[in-house]
């Protein structure tokens, strides 16, 4: 009996709201500075850091016989900062640990003041230059409910900290003015639901921001109270807060944070993929607002998060491992229509994976960071953001308009000719031209594009090389390109091995190299990434090769050919990393059900999904009464998508054209681009507006029965490329649809689908 999902997942309609919006490509940011811990012993170290303009603290462990056996000590080691140069200054808090006391220490700085939550929690105040020890603003033990201990936050004159062992709650105190001594108000402390005293109080999240407070109530079992948020205001510094709100969120361990003007905006880890949960407060209270966007949100590892970062006009979010790139940190912006763009990305230019504690003052971060070589062994990372977080322009150039214009051909020759049906840059280096430098054995030809000048950057292109004169003759392309004696480069080399290089002052060093088979009139979709101070290198959509190293900083992208003819085509330059949005791969029945089953899988038409063949390895679409849709992944503008399908039948009834195909920036059933093959012996690229349809371009095809065929649609910026089994078909430009998600598609079609795969490139 087959099994069929159709009228289970029924039609979705999306709902783009606030904070969802299409992503921006986040400037890469690496390190100006990191520090190991300052001695041998500590462990465990910028588990929880702080920053306030020239100083930082940070947390670590230290245990005399490496045991940790109590009684162990918690630190907060200062830090200070001269110049543009970090360094250890001091050991500030050394406490001892008892099994009653043991807590999770947390640090913050803010505006002169300074909390370390050991035990029991201290309070620190700059004056003349110098951090000084407050009067315990807490004076509660540990087995009293307005003990504080867990999270600590700072904002104006107010202290706060998680308190109790076995009540989620919070209390604050305030700094009074103009007292010699240092006074502070009578603790105010805010009860929340019961909880299990025998776990230690770290999950429990809170904020302050102004005469806000927030902190979280998760549901820890099946008998414990519902998950629940609570929001409390008050008139003014050290008056009693009261009750603002509640919201049906804030799950264990996940972090919440008030930020925006006033604190309107309250923001909440999640599970969702589409990002962090943004709540903002207006007239009828506090209401759900958007997320704070995420291209990874369908990934794997995705999480929400366990803290968040504030300062300013920043919020800063640890993103996890992804796509084989460390965890580093989002640092998102509040625009001037209230939504959060994700303006910069942190990454260790040593591989280190950061976070998830990040914190900011000014456009100084200061993030933990755990050493690649020792798991246990923190590492303390400080970054500068810099004053212009907006990222350059994607350029594409797909040379339809017959010339080279923009390129600049440093050496060899470049022409615009026309392959098939499309205009292709065609380069040539051979031993012959006497003007090409030589390397070696081999002559270097390179056509360099002026305006790609930065220092991350990306480069991809379709290449078919024409002619290889020798063995070792090699084509490809280059980043960070200043000259032909100092860049990145990829080489596809005759006649079996990919090569990622770098050339400095004219010595070559390979980084990284695979075997591969490289053949003249064979088509190859070629890339090479130089993010920062890492590399890596993608061949038709599979990653081969990466590496580490910084030697070169800046420079243009280039295609180059070393005694060698190569057509180059579809060359795009981007910013950023290739980031898979979507990838769906169906080896049996179980991972076909995962897909159709999951949640926010867009489904629309009458769609009748079948994984009732446990081993086929692919999704079946048995409707032919009409049109099936299926659209997934985070709303974008700059998308790839690829799906292999083959045809099972189509519907016997009516004269209308049938045809199955794949789709991209679909926004509802009435509005995206298509590519289908048809019944009537032709493919197209179509779009969709308000329902009407607009051919965008055709071509004849014999679409046979029985064969899997791979299709890919690419939608960079208005350029339109559609591909079967790697060969171009049909090119357009259109503005019509900036954004959107991507799927697959039929019309009284039945198809099989083995795999979507989404993409920006």
Not at 159 to 185: K, M
Not at 683 to 712: C, H, Q, Y
Request: with cysteine; charged share 20%; net charge negative.
């Amino acid at each position: 009996m087959s099994t069929q999902y159709g009228k289970f997942i029924g039609a979705a309609a999306i709902a783009f709201a606030c904070c969802a919006t299409a992503q921006a490509r986040p400037v890469v940011v690496e390190e100006s500075q990191s520090l190991d811990a300052p001695g041998r012993g500590y462990s465990y170290f910028a588990q929880s850091v702080a920053i306030d303009r020239d100083w930082a603290l940070a947390t670590a462990l230290r245990s005399a016989d490496g045991s940790f056996n109590y009684p162990y000590r918690q630190l907060a080691l200062l830090y200070r900062r001269s110049g543009n140069t970090w360094s250890f200054d001091r050991i500030l808090v050394n406490d001892s640990t008892e099994a009653v006391t043991w807590n999770d220490p947390k640090v913050a700085m803010k505006d002169g003041l300074a909390s370390v939550s050991t035990a029991p929690l201290r309070a620190f105040r700059l004056a003349d230059g110098d951090w000084h020890a407050l009067p315990n603003p807490f004076p509660a033990v540990h087995n009293q409910g307005s003990w504080a201990n867990g999270l600590t936050r700072i904002d104006g004159t107010t202290l706060a900290s998680i308190a109790g062992r076995c009540r989620f709650s919070a209390i604050t105190a305030d700094l009074l003015p103009a007292t010699a001594d240092d006074t502070w108000s009578a603790p105010r402390l805010v009860a929340g639901n019961n909880r299990l005293c025998s776990i230690s109080n770290y999950s429990g999240s809170m904020d302050i921001e102004g005469n806000r407070l927030v902190f979280s109530n998760p549901q820890e079992d099946f008998d414990s109270p519902p998950t629940q948020l609570r929001i409390y205001r008050r008139d003014a510094a050290s008056q009693p807060w009261r009750l603002d709100g509640t919201l049906p969120t804030g799950e264990y361990g996940f972090a919440v944070a008030l930020t925006g003007p006033g604190g309107e905006d309250l923001l909440v880890g999640g599970w969702s993929p589409s990002g962090n949960d943004v709540y903002r407060r207006g007239a009828g209270g506090w209401t759900h607002a958007g997320h704070l966007p995420t291209l990874q949100g369908f990934s794997d590892f995705h999480d929400g998060a366990t803290h968040f970062g504030k300062g300013g006009e920043f919020v800063l979010v640890s993103t996890a491992r992804f796509d084989d790139l460390p965890s580093g940190i989002a640092v998102y912006r509040r625009d001037a229509d209230g939504d959060y763009e994700h303006v910069a990305q942190l990454a260790s230019s040593r591989g280190d994976e950061l976070g998830p504690v990040a914190e900011i003052s000014g456009r100084t971060v200061i993030v933990s960071g755990w050493s690649r070589e020792a798991a246990d062994q923190g590492r303390l990372y400080f970054f500068e953001l810099p004053a212009d977080l907006s990222a350059p322009e994607l350029l594409d150039d797909n040379f339809e308009d017959g010339d080279a214009a923009g390129w600049t051909v440093e050496s060899g020759t470049a022409t615009v000719i026309r392959r098939g049906p499309s205009r292709v840059l065609r380069q040539s280096a051979m031993t012959a031209a006497s003007d090409t430098p030589r390397s070696g054995a081999l002559t270097i030809g390179a056509a360099v594009l002026a305006a790609s000048r930065t220092n991350n950057q990306s480069v991809q292109a379709d290449i078919q090389p024409v002619t290889f004169s020798r063995a070792n003759a090699w084509t490809g392309l280059a980043t960070r390109y200043v000259d032909i004696r100092n860049h990145y480069s990829v080489a596809l080399i005759y006649p079996d091995q990919i090569a990622l290089r770098r050339v400095r002052a004219g010595r070559t060093e390979t980084l990284a190299t695979a075997p591969v088979v490289v053949r003249a009139a064979r088509r190859y979709h070629l890339r090479l990434e130089s993010i920062g101070s890492r590399h890596r290198v993608y061949l038709n959509g599979r990653r081969v090769l990466g590496a580490l190293d910084s030697q070169l900083d800046h420079g243009r992208v280039a295609m180059l050919s070393s005694d060698a003819s190569a057509d180059f085509d579809n060359l795009t330059v981007t910013p950023s990393h290739r980031t898979p949005l979507y990838e769906a791969e169906i080896p049996n029945g179980s991972a076909c059900e995962q897909f159709v089953r999951d949640r926010e899988l867009r489904a629309s038409g009458v769609p009748e999904w079948d994984c009732s063949d446990y081993e086929a390895g692919y999704l079946r679409q048995t409707s032919v009464e009409g049109i099936a849709r299926a659209a997934i992944g985070p709303l974008t503008d700059d998308q790839i998508v690829e799906s292999r399908v083959q045809l099972e039948f189509f519907s016997e009834s009516g004269n209308q054209d049938k045809w199955l195909g794949v789709m991209t920036r679909y926004t509802d059933e009435n509005n995206y681009y298509y590519f289908a093959l048809r019944s009537s012996k032709v493919m197209a690229l179509r779009k969709l507006v308000n329902g009407r349809i607009v051919e965008l371009g055709r071509a004849d095809f014999m679409l046979p029965s029985d064969a899997w065929l791979t299709l890919k649609l690419e939608a960079v910026g208005d350029r339109l490329r559609a591909f079967v089994n790697g060969q171009l078909v049909i090119q357009a430009e259109d503005s019509d649809h900036p954004v959107g998600i991507s799927g697959i598609v039929t019309w009284r079609a039945a198809a099989r689908f083995d795999y979507l795969r989404v993409s920006q490139p």
